[in-house]
């Protein structure tokens, strides 16, 4: 797996792989959905060129999501640049809890960008084939936590910031 570097801040999903996003999560729901993104790095930004749905793996699935050890692995070994992780929050807003920020550290290392989705609950189950979804672009921003003491050395801690995500 190649690793992207660099400080761009666009996020473009072609509309396709958007919707391959959002059939997972419905299919997975009661569950929380998860798996990642891969894609390239372009002048812009990042441009998601496929999703690759990963088992969610945790034991209770409902309110938790894991990445299937084996499935990531195999991922990760691959030719593919994954350039983010994606999971959905099944009645909640897809917004960044404070569980997803503890666990922030799992990938921090090798993922820029972090997307969470959402049904959109405002929206009448009249039509069934293409329901909407909430989606939510983060960054992951790693920074040096300020220590008091000169003797302890900083550990880096990881937050979540909103970036654009522009659906073409
Ligand atoms: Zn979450």
Same mark, same amino acid.
């Not at 801040?9 to 997975?28: G, K, Q």
């Not at 959905?33 to 060129?49: H, K, L, M, Q, Y």
């Not at 699935?61 to 994954?82: K, M, N």
């Not at 909407?132 to 790693?142: F, K, Q, T, V």
């Given at each position: 797996?190649?690793?992207?570097? +660099?400080?761009?801040?666009?996020?473009?999903?072609?509309?396709?792989?958007?919707? #391959?996003?959002?059939?997972?999560?419905? %299919?997975?729901?009661? /569950?929380?959905?998860? +798996?990642?993104?891969? $894609?390239?790095?372009?002048?812009? +930004?990042?441009?998601?060129?496929?999703?690759?749905?990963?088992?969610?793996?945790?034991?209770?699935?409902?309110?938790?999501? =894991?990445?299937?050890?084996?499935?990531?692995? /195999? %991922? *990760?070994?691959?030719? =593919?640049?994954?350039? $983010?992780?994606?999971?959905?929050?099944?009645?909640? %807003?897809?917004?960044?809890? /404070?569980?997803?920020?503890?666990?922030?550290?799992? *990938?921090?290392?090798?993922? /820029?960008?972090?997307?969470? +989705?959402?049904?959109?609950?405002?929206?009448?189950? =009249?039509?069934?084939?293409?329901?909407?979804?909430?989606?939510?672009?983060?960054?992951?921003?790693?920074?040096? #936590?300020? =220590?008091?003491?000169?003797?302890?050395?900083?550990?880096?801690?990881?937050?979540?910031?909103?970036?654009? %995500?522009?659906?073409?």
């Amino acid at each position: 797996m190649a690793v992207l570097h +660099g400080q761009q801040n666009t996020l473009s999903l072609p509309r396709a792989v958007e919707l #391959e996003m959002s059939r997972h999560m419905y %299919l997975s729901l009661p /569950q929380e959905a998860c +798996g990642v993104v891969i $894609g390239e790095s372009t002048a812009s +930004g990042i441009r998601i060129n496929r999703f690759q749905p990963i088992r969610n793996a945790a034991p209770d699935p409902l309110h938790h999501f =894991s990445l299937d050890q084996r499935e990531w692995i /195999q %991922l *990760f070994l691959s030719d =593919s640049t994954v350039v $983010g992780i994606f999971h959905t929050h099944p009645s909640t %807003l897809p917004v960044p809890s /404070q569980e997803d920020l503890r666990a922030l550290p799992n *990938f921090a290392g090798i993922l /820029q960008t972090y997307l969470i +989705g959402a049904p959109d609950l405002s929206f009448s189950a =009249s039509d069934e084939v293409e329901r909407p979804m909430l989606l939510n672009a983060y960054r992951i921003i790693s920074y040096e #936590e300020k =220590s008091r003491s000169a003797a302890t050395s900083p550990s880096p801690t990881y937050k979540l910031k909103q970036i654009p %995500l522009n659906v073409t």
